[in-house]
Nanobody, 124 residues
Framework: QVQLAESGGGLVQAGGSLRLSCAISGRTFSMFGMGWFRQAPGKEREFVAGLSWSGPITYYADSVKGRFTISRDNTKNTVYLQMNSLKPEDTAVYYC?????????????????WGQGTQVTVSS
């Protein structure tokens, strides 16, 4: 079993930055990759960024490309999402998740474990 715990959310003004953390514990050897998703009120949960576990390959939704960066610290077993130039439309609950199979990083069904989420609110 893998357990995930997100942190780092909060309230920020438009144009500001936040860094989200996802602490990973448990049996990580079966993981294929990691992903960050977000869900705004009344909307579907959507893919934000992904990171392959075996190499430095990253994937981003078009809406965040060039503003967000996903990274990993192996020594701390933590995955980060650096978010810059935040916009009000980035407001959502952000979730990290472990990817169990090959395939598109945007497919929620390929993810096995999910964190509880952290709220990000961007004011205009």
């Amino acid at each position: 079993q893998v357990q995930l715990a997100e942190s780092g959310g909060g309230l920020v003004q438009a144009g500001g930055s936040l860094r989200l953390s996802c602490a990973i514990s448990g049996r990580t050897f079966s993981m294929f990759g990691m992903g960050w998703f977000r869900q705004a009120p009344g909307k579907e949960r959507e893919f934000v960024a992904g990171l392959s576990w075996s190499g430095p390959i990253t994937y981003y939704a078009d809406s965040v490309k060039g503003r967000f960066t996903i990274s990993r610290d192996n020594t701390k077993n933590t995955v980060y999402l650096q978010m810059n130039s935040l916009k009000p439309e980035d407001t959502a609950v952000y979730y990290c998740a472990t990817k169990r199979d090959a395939g598109s990083y945007s497919l929620k069904r390929l993810y096995a474990a999910w964190g509880q989420g952290t709220q990000v609110t961007v004011s205009s």
